[in-house]
């Protein structure tokens, strides 16, 4: 299960912060809050993976895709960041 917490941290950014598990399910549910903020405008998306816990390769790799430069992914543990390159390194 994913919690999704949403915070606008000013007029440009809106911070993610996510909590348990990412599935590929879960994982649209992510996909789609950052669909509907990239659709507002020029906004930073900050997705904060401090509270996550565990993610699948497959997570992982919709993940990594997702990077941009308007999409910024920060607080992950070691695990999640050695998920995140791997699946970085494959694409």
Known sequence: MLRITENLESKKTVRLRLDGTISPDSFEELAAQCARHRLDGDQTIIVDMAGVIFMNHEAARKL?????????IINCSPFIATLLDAAKSID
């Open 64 to 72: 990594a895709q997702m990077r941009t430069e308007a999409v910024r």
